[in-house]
């Protein structure tokens, strides 16, 4: 593995490291098998193929396994890369089932990772991160509802550290069609001065459900993936000039998301093969 592919499998599963919780479920969304036979399908794996465009367009595999315990709550996540295990995450729950916290440790058992989940009303209203090692950092993303239980803000605060250049600082006047977030106001983090919010659009399929709803294992400033009821093709800014900042494809089967292709994020790009589990 290259040190540039080192890189970014460290940025990819520091991002799905990151926890996040929708007031329903505590791991990917299930979805009952149509058959009738009661099972839930949970998605117990993701086989993901990085293509670096820099290095002769160099082909680099990752794997993650997710573990659930008998009420089908997500307890772990397993990653590894070419065949090697990179880390792992934990999932802790209070005595009310709600997600506590989420827990990600290196391949050798060091915490690098500690998220704390505080709720308002049965609904998730921040995350804590503490972040150790080479960059270490405390910051807090929180979240806001209206009445009828949908998200509106996001705001993120740096409590320790400081906070990197193309870092979302908040997603505010969050709107929804046929319950998908398809417009709101970005805000980047900047220096000297932070630029101003870009309002957004957002497309999606409607094939198929989105099977990372209420992820606890996604970056929490995923709004669209962690609070939309399909999948995301194309995210633009509503204004000109429309050039995409967010493209994905997929293919589906049974019903489910089988493949996601992502366009490139800097001169990688990746395509994740999803496996399924009726439970």
């Known amino acids: 593995m290259t040190k540039s592919n080192l890189n970014y499998f460290i940025l990819l599963f520091t991002g799905l490291a990151i926890g996040f919780s929708s007031c329903e479920k ?5 979805d009952t098998d149509s058959s009738g036979s009661g099972c839930a399908y949970l998605l117990t794996k993701e086989d993901i193929v990085i293509v670096d465009s820099t290095n002769g367009n160099s082909q680099t595999t990752a794997t993650l396994t997710y573990t659930y315990n ?3 709550k997500l307890v772990k996540l397993i990653k590894s890369a070419g065949g090697t295990l990179m880390g792992y995450d934990t999932i802790l729950y209070t005595t009310g089932g709600e997600v506590d916290s989420v827990k990600s440790y290196t391949a050798g058992g060091t915490l690098e ?3 704390e989940f505080t709720y308002s009303s049965g609904r998730i209203s921040s995350i804590k991160e503490a972040v150790t090692g080479t960059t270490s950092y405390t910051r807090t993303a929180a979240y806001t509802y209206n009445g009828s239980g949908q998200l509106t803000d996001m705001n993120v605060s740096y409590q320790v550290g400081n906070f990197d250049d193309e870092e979302i600082e908040a997603i505010t006047g969050i709107t929804y069609t046929n319950g998908n977030i398809t417009g709101g106001n970005v805000d980047m983090f900047g220096t000297p001065v932070n630029p101003p919010a870009v309002p957004a659009t957002i497309e999606y399929e409607t094939t198929a459900p989105n099977p990372y709803k209420g992820s606890v294992i996604l970056e929490p400033v995923k709004i669209p993936e962690l609070f939309s009821a ?3 093709t194309k995210a633009y ?3 000109s000039p429309t050039t995409p ?3 994905n494809e997929y293919t589906y089967e049974n019903g489910r998301v089988k493949t996601l292709s992502t366009g490139s994020v800097g001169q990688y790009s ?3 093969t999803l496996t399924y589990e009726c439970k």
Request: proline share 13%; glycine share 8%.
């Open 237 to 239: 800014p509503t204004g």
């Open 270 to 272: 990746e395509v994740r």
């Open 113 to 115: 990772v500690s998220k």
């Open 70 to 72: 008998s009420s089908n």
């Open 245 to 247: 900042f967010i493209e």
């Open 26 to 30: 505590d791991g990917p969304d299930p």
């Open 230 to 232: 399909n999948n995301m």
